[in-house]
């Protein structure tokens, strides 16, 4: 990020601003942390692979479940003090993981993960968002969505390696980045405490619709792109898993590569624009990952979704948290389980299409940001959201 980029998404003099970044890594490491262990998990644990693997879903539905709520929840009770209380209970729940004694013990923890992290990511959106000038709003989502890119590169680096040990180290590297956040919690609102319950019926708005269904739409393809390029780099190219886990990665590194761009493009774009460039690249990158005769062409593929995705969360975020004024985190809560809900529909929508139809059932993909273009064209976000339309 440039020296005018730091300038214009400081916060104010006294403000502790980097936890609020930090905190963005978090989320998306935990819910992709197991995928890379599977087999070490389930050899631990004396259960199957299916089980196993079921440790992902554990965490993502009651992490979407919760977040329809947990915004709106953490503004009654002060956002600073659930955050430092989710953060606590996170480092409990790895505990819990690590001292497992079974697969039944392990899902319990990991959805305790899930909904423990449902109270930590949304409000560090609407702390940014209410943090930071706004001229400087959409580069400093695109740096949270760049630590969230960061958090969905670094899982299968760090938890591979791990497992090569014992599993169960893999984490400890997260709860320590928990217990840091908890001893130097980020600073959580600007002005006066709250002094009433927040606004439940303003969340009942058109821009906040818009994001949510931007969300869903974005992870509806994203997750089935994740699933699809890993099957046939398996079935087409005959890559081994290690191959495929380097492949899998360009997805995050291409997101936080481009994070800083797609945050100056959002603040002089504006949201519209902005969304419908991402789909655009979303939707080519998705056809040219199902077509493309060559590793080489499916890795470009990958990467432009990856770039596509962490624009759109930048997108998302913007229009969410500045769409209800007295209720931040609730609104940022509600688009982000969205985004979540898409991505736990994705693999039973795609992965039949991709068993039958091959490239063609892959490509389908498209299909979900062609939508997602509609919802901006029809719709669209009114002015007053990250920058006037």
Known sequence: MSEHDLAVTRPRPGVRAWPLYVGGFLGPY?????????????????????????????????????????????????????????LVAFVVACGL??????????????????????????????????????????????????????????SPLVSGPSAALDWRLAFVFPALVALVLAALPPTMTA????????????????????????????????????????????????????????????????????????GRRLDRLGPRRTGVGMNLLLAAGLVVAAVGPTVLLLGIGIAAVGVAVTGLRTTVNAIAATSTEGNRAGAASLALSFQFFGGALAPLLWVPLYSGAGAAGFAATAVAPALALLLLFALGPRRGTARPL
């Open 191 to 262: 002005g006066p405490p709250r002094t009433g319950p927040p606004p439940v019926r303003a969340l009942l708005n058109r821009n906040l619709a818009v994001a949510c269904g931007l969300s869903f739409l974005c992870y509806l393809a994203a997750v089935g792109l994740t699933v699809l390029a890993i099957l046939r780099a398996a079935d087409d190219f005959g890559l081994g898993p290690w191959e495929r886990g380097l492949l899998a990665s360009s997805f995050g590194v291409a997101g936080l590569l481009a994070a800083p761009l797609l």
């Open 97 to 154: 993981c690590v001292l497992a004694p079974g697969i039944g013990w392990f899902l319990a923890a990991r959805a305790l993960q899930g909904v423990t992290n449902a109270f930590t990511t949304p409000l560090l959106v609407a702390a940014i968002t209410d943090l930071v000038p706004r001229a400087g709003l959409g580069r400093a989502l695109g740096l949270f969505a760049g630590m969230q890119a960061a958090g969905q590169a670094a």
């Open 30 to 86: 935990a819910s992709t942390m197991v995928t890379p262990m599977v087999p070490e998990v389930a050899d631990g644990l004396a259960t199957t692979p299916e089980l196993a693997a079921a440790a992902v879903t554990a965490y993502m539905l009651p992490f979407a479940a919760v977040m329809l709520v947990s915004g709106t929840l953490a503004e009654r009770w002060g956002r600073a003090r659930t955050m430092q209380v989710s």
